[in-house]
């Protein structure tokens, strides 16, 4: 092999061209590379053991989703290469077969996780995704203050958990928006909202908001256009906070927001009480719909947002103001969040979209955080000359 | 003669490289200087020490924004109607905005119909950006109209804490030899301003030197604008009225940094919009001086008629 080529080659090549190939070197370039190894768009998936065969398994709908792994002759080393648009992200597991048994698991060899609603997966950022910088904590910030509020909510017959954000520096003398989150402290313990919301209102993209994070007891049930869940919304939280803080106590100052079924929690929320909230961030939405008969295949638990969704579509009608829907293109949920997107605006709702090369995970409605709260309650910038 | 020694009003470039101290000194200024900081909100007093080692630590801060917040804490019936013009303020200028998105849009398809009659075109793009002046117009009347039923309402000459405040800001104006005064958050330091009577109080009476905010502050007409926003390109707009120290000149701090004024066309057509004043950039090393009589001195930098940078001297309007 000439210098150019092998300088061209794949590491995982170059490896392979090692004659004689031992367990040493195999250890060497472990140490030497991050897995997945990433090399332009080419993405080297490894696994090292004891196996008779093993696959990637990942979520990017539309393509193969099991791909065999080819062990490098005469080790213990697995390896595919697959190719991933730039700026990609997309979660993975492995799957092994020994004999007659299957597992299937996270990568032992990438650290990097990813939380979803379904559980946690191996990520592979690809070429040209880079971590945004205002997910940190910054020096300079002041953080603002997170206060638990229990609201003992009779529509719901439980005790509810809500963290309440209180923007730094915040005053009684200033009203202030309101942000409904659902699934609260997953987007607090896996998207970072808190760190997001503090950068992005020091940074003025967005405005000082107060934000309730609030938590579902049964998830499947509540969010799935609950009656129950609407009236806990409407008529006992939204009134307690309203009476408790300085806020904007109408439609242009109120935005409810959820991911997945949070989505679906959201939309039926402003859909049974169309004057309360102004704007939506519907994010992945599970707005799953048949056009012919009721055969889903999402199984049970999607039948309620099911018929909702086909009777939305059948009489479309304005909920709120604008809505600001994300939603990562390597999910399934894609294609019922791009046909949505005319029904919305044909109800004369100012509608926002946003795609990513990116699945259904925390990382990526964490990474889509700065285009929606900025664009729902966009920041003092303009007024900023220094 | 005009010329920074013996102007009334100094605008100056953004001071992330402050040149305030040389400023000064060519001026001839020694002190007491009185600094408005209303724009930095809370870090108005706390982060001032800097802008104090330029004049020389004979400065004394105004701290009009920590008095604004000692009113609204203590007159909880003042702190509601001030909450309630904000609110209808802010209804105001989204509506005032839709409007202009409206008209920019119709300009952009009209400039788009190249098939058309020139002359024809030209005669509607006309009529267009007529729609547009009428809409700054009537926009700012409406918010000094607004202004006035508040304070006519409130009469806050006649309230313990705000007539306590303006007579000490008074007091302070008075034994200033001159004003300094940065940006900011140009709507907190405009109702500052206005609130604390400045004007009555003196500020137009001594040199002020002002940029970003401050500057913008001081005239007729104040133009938000940021081609460079995160939600992309806004139109320029007109937010309210300023001091009225500087006439017939619209300011733009940072102007090649957020407008696009590569685009000339699109500066030709600022100009129109808001003539008979000027647009005058303030970008960073920028020292414009303002006589007396509100001319501008003649090497001041202007957009031209054009939508390219030209001075105050070569301008044709």
Same mark, same amino acid.
């Given at each position: ?67 065999? *792994? ?56 690809? &070429? ?31 005790? &509810? &958990? ?22 609260? #402290? ?39 256009? @609950? ?40 939309? @039926? ?9 102004? @704007? ?10 048949? #056009? ?54 044909? &109800?004369?709702?100012? =509608? ?8 259904? @995970?925390?990382?990526?409605?964490? #990474? ?19 | ?90 209804? *105001? ?26 002359? =024809? ?59 300094? *005064? ?8 405009? #109702? ?23 500057? *913008? ?101």
């Amino acid at each position: 092999m000439s210098s150019l080529a092998k300088a061209k080659a794949l590491a995982i090549n170059r490896l392979r061209a090692r004659k004689p190939l031992d367990e040493s070197m195999i250890d060497r370039f472990l140490e030497r590379h991050e897995v997945p190894i990433v090399e332009g768009v080419k993405c080297t998936f490894l696994f090292r053991g004891d196996a008779d065969e093993v696959w990637v398994r990942h979520r990017i709908v539309g393509q193969p989703q099991q791909v065999p *792994m080819r062990r490098v002759s005469g080790t213990s080393l697995w390896f595919v290469v697959i190719e991933l648009p730039a700026g990609s992200r997309v979660e993975y597991q492995l799957e092994l077969r020994r004999g007659e048994h299957y597992e299937q698991g996270n990568d032992p060899l990438n650290p990097h996780v990813a939380n979803s609603p379904v559980g946690s997966s191996s990520v592979c950022q690809a &070429t040209g995704y880079v971590v945004p910088d205002w997910i940190t904590p910054e020096e300079d910030v002041r953080p603002g203050e997170i206060i638990d509020l229990a609201v003992a909510s009779a529509a719901l017959r439980r005790e &509810t &958990t809500c963290r309440v954000y209180l923007p730094a520096r915040f005053r009684t003398t200033h009203s202030y928006p309101l942000l409904i989150v659902h699934d609260g #402290d997953d987007y607090l313990n896996y998207a970072a909202m808190k760190t997001v919301l503090d950068n992005l209102i020091h940074r003025m993209d967005m405005a000082e908001t107060v934000v309730a994070f609030i938590n579902p007891g049964d998830r499947n049930r509540e969010y799935a256009n @609950s009656v129950q869940h609407a009236r806990f919304v409407k008529a006992e939280l939204l009134p307690r906070l309203e009476s408790e803080l300085p806020l904007i106590a109408k439609p242009s100052g109120r935005a409810l927001m959820g991911a997945s079924f949070g989505g679906v929690a959201a939309l @039926s929320t402003a859909y049974r009480h169309p004057d309360v909230f102004g @704007s939506l961030i519907l994010q992945s939405g599970s707005f799953v719909f048949t #056009d012919i008969g009721n055969d889903h295949g999402g199984g049970e638990v999607f039948d309620p947002v099911v018929r909702f969704m086909n009777r939305y579509r059948a009489e479309p009608r304005r909920v709120a103001d604008q809505l600001f829907i994300s939603c990562g293109i390597y999910e399934p949920l894609i294609v019922p969040n791009r046909s949505m997107i005319p029904v919305f605006e044909g &109800t004369g709702m100012r =509608v926002q979209y946003v795609e990513a090369r990116d699945g259904h @995970s925390w990382e990526d409605w964490r #990474d889509r955080l700065r285009d929606a709260l900025s664009w729902v309650f966009p920041g003092p910038q303009k007024y900023y000359y220094e | 003669m005009n010329s920074v020694e013996n102007a009334a009003i100094t605008l100056l470039g953004p001071q992330r490289r402050p040149a305030l101290d040389k400023v000064v000194g060519a001026l001839g200024l020694t002190g007491p200087f009185a600094t408005i900081t209303a724009g930095w909100l809370e870090r108005e007093s706390a982060e001032d020490r800097e802008l104090a080692a330029h004049l020389g630590e004979e400065a004394v801060n105004l701290t009009l924004w920590a008095r604004m917040q000692d009113v609204l804490e203590g007159d909880p019936e003042f702190a509601a109607a001030y909450r309630r013009r904000h609110e209808v303020i802010a209804e *105001m200028q989204d509506l005032y905005l839709l409007c202009v998105g409206h008209t920019v849009a119709a300009i952009d398809e009209i400039k788009a119909q190249s098939e058309r009659n020139p002359h =024809v075109r030209e005669l509607a793009l006309r009529d267009a950006e007529a729609v547009l002046r009428q809409l700054d117009r009537r926009h700012l009347e409406r918010l000094r109209e607004v202004h006035a039923a508040f304070y006519a309402e409130m009469r806050p000459h006649e309230r313990e804490p705000i007539a306590a405040h303006r007579e000490a800001v008074a007091e302070l104006l008075g034994q200033a030899e001159a004003v300094v *005064m940065p940006g900011g958050h140009v709507s907190e330091l405009l #109702d500052a301003l206005h609130l604390f009577n400045v004007v009555p109080a003196g500020l137009g009476q001594r040199p002020i030197i002002a940029w970003s905010a401050g500057a *913008m502050a001081l005239t007729e007409k104040v133009v938000l604008f940021n081609d460079n926003a995160s939600r992309g390109p806004r139109c320029p707009e007109v937010y309210d009225g300023g001091l009225g120290l500087l006439h017939d000149i619209v300011v733009f701090p940072s102007a090649h940094q957020r407008l696009r004024m590569a685009d000339a066309e699109r500066m030709a057509a600022m100009v129109r919009r808001f003539a008979p004043a000027r647009c005058v950039p303030l970008d960073p090393g920028t020292r414009v001086a303002v006589a007396a009589d509100g001319s501008l001195a003649p090497y001041s930098p202007v957009i031209g008629a054009n939508g390219e940078m030209t001075t105050a001297g070569e301008f044709v309007g």
